[in-house]
Nanobody
Framework: QVQLAESGGGLVQAGGSLRLFCAAS????????MGWFRQAPGKEREFVAG????????YYADSVKGRFTISRDNAKPTVYLQMNNLKPEDTAVYYC???????????????????WGQGTQVTVSS
């Protein structure tokens, strides 16, 4: 079992920045690929960013490319999501997830992840 706990959400004005944290514990969390997802009211959960266990490869949804950066520190172990130039449409509950993923195409599907956190709310005002 891997336990995940997100933090760092909050209220920010459009154009501002936030940094989300996902603290992992339990069964060797550094062996897992990690992803960030978000879910806005009335919408399905969508992929935001993913990172391989080594941290050497990262993947992003087109909607956040160039604004968000995912990184990880396996020594802690913690995964980060740096969000810059936030827009009102980024408002959602953000979740981190862990899974034994193998290819790029695996990262975007929620069904491929084994463990999920409880989420942290991000609200961007216009």
């Amino acid at each position: 079992q891997v336990q995940l706990a997100e933090s760092g959400g909050g209220l920010v004005q459009a154009g501002g920045s936030l940094r989300l944290f996902c603290a992992a514990s339990g069964r060797t969390p550094s062996n897992y690929a990690m992803g960030w997802f978000r879910q806005a009211p009335g919408k399905e959960r969508e992929f935001v960013a993913g990172i391989r266990w080594s941290g050497r490869s990262t993947y992003y949804a087109d909607s956040v490319k160039g604004r968000f950066t995912i990184s990880r520190d396996n020594a802690k172990p913690t995964v980060y999501l740096q969000m810059n130039n936030l827009k009102p449409e980024d408002t959602a509950v953000y979740y981190c997830a862990a899974g034994s993923l193998r290819s790029f195409s695996d990262y975007a599907a929620t069904a491929n992840y084994d463990y999920w956190g409880q989420g942290t709310q991000v609200t961007v005002s216009s």
